[in-house]
């Protein structure tokens, strides 16, 4: 091979880099230009939010938007049925998720395959098939409301094996001699599962905690199914009940959507650097 084939192939090498490069700032600014008509919109007056041509960068800040907007609802009553609801959410999804997916990872049971295509078959199933069933199911116990959105996340998630799957394969990517080892020391299953495997899946676990979270957080349909009055409201559901306001302000709408996602928009960023290094481990062995 001569040197002007090698020079040929180092240019082309860097031309589709650069392609590439151009092409990855494309999506990028595709993909963040909601996120900055949000930003936008919370902060310009009413009458630039209605202007035509649109005004894409407004003279001032105006910040009064987020003022009337939180006014418009009860915020802090909303904001507490919020968090009441997603952090044992959240808990019970990263608890229950874990021990299934170290059980079918690292313990053998008879039909363990069985129960795992099981599981993940569940994934093929839409939840409105459910919705009747466990609505009924929660009013004849007494449980509609609140402890209807909670108490599924202690039982798999809510029947979400995503998260279970995504467990698995990162505790199949532990050496099995670990657990062995521990088991010649005396250490039982539990301790196993609590002193040497948590650790090692800190990772995954954020994953299933961010992904938890955000689900929950930004969950409508049930909460619209189970919470009957404006006090028992989510975050989610005030911003639905201002913008279906017969004169809405939409540049109140968006300071107080604005709002209502940056709790999710502030976690994620905390947690990327484990959301990525979550994600690539756990397609290293399947």
Not at 20 to 30: D, E, G, K, N, R
Request: charge should be positive; hydrophobic fraction near 50%; glycine fraction near 6%.
């Amino acid at each position: 091979m001569n040197y002007t084939s090698i020079q040929k192939k180092k240019k082309r090498a860097k031309a589709i880099n650069t392609g590439l490069i151009l092409l990855s700032c494309l999506l990028a600014v595709v993909f963040a230009f909601p996120l900055y008509w949000l930003l936008r919109g919370a902060f310009v007056s009413h009458t630039e939010i209605l202007a035509r041509p649109p005004v894409f960068f407004p003279e001032s800040l105006n910040v009064d938007n987020f003022r009337l907007g939180l006014e418009r609802i009860q915020f802090l009553r909303q904001l507490w049925n919020s968090v009441s609801i997603v952090v044992p959410y959240v808990i019970g999804t990263v608890l229950t998720t874990s021990f299934a997916g170290y059980a079918f990872a690292k313990l053998n049971f008879p039909l363990r395959g069985m129960w795992f295509v099981l599981v993940i078959s569940t994934m093929m199933l839409p939840s409105a098939v459910t919705l009747l069933p466990q609505y009924s199911l929660y009013t004849s116990l007494g449980l509609a409301g609140k402890p209807a959105l909670i108490i599924p996340a202690f039982f798999c998630a809510g029947g979400n094996a995503y998260f279970v799957f995504l467990l698995r394969q990162f505790f199949m990517t532990i050496p099995l001699e670990l657990s062995e080892a521990a088991k010649i020391d005396g250490a039982g299953y539990f301790r196993i599962y609590s002193r040497i495997m948590l650790p090692l899946i800190r990772p995954a676990m954020i994953v299933v905690a961010l992904f938890s979270f955000i689900n929950c957080w930004n969950e409508f349909f049930y909460t619209m199914i189970y919470l009957k009055t404006e006090a028992d409201y989510t975050l989610p559901m005030g911003l639905y009940i201002v913008n279906g306001m017969r004169i809405p302000n939409y540049e109140q709408v968006m300071a107080l959507a604005l709002v209502v996602t940056a709790p999710c928009l502030v976690f994620f960023l905390i947690g990327n650097k484990y959301f990525v290094e979550g994600i690539t481990l756990t397609g290293i062995k399947g």
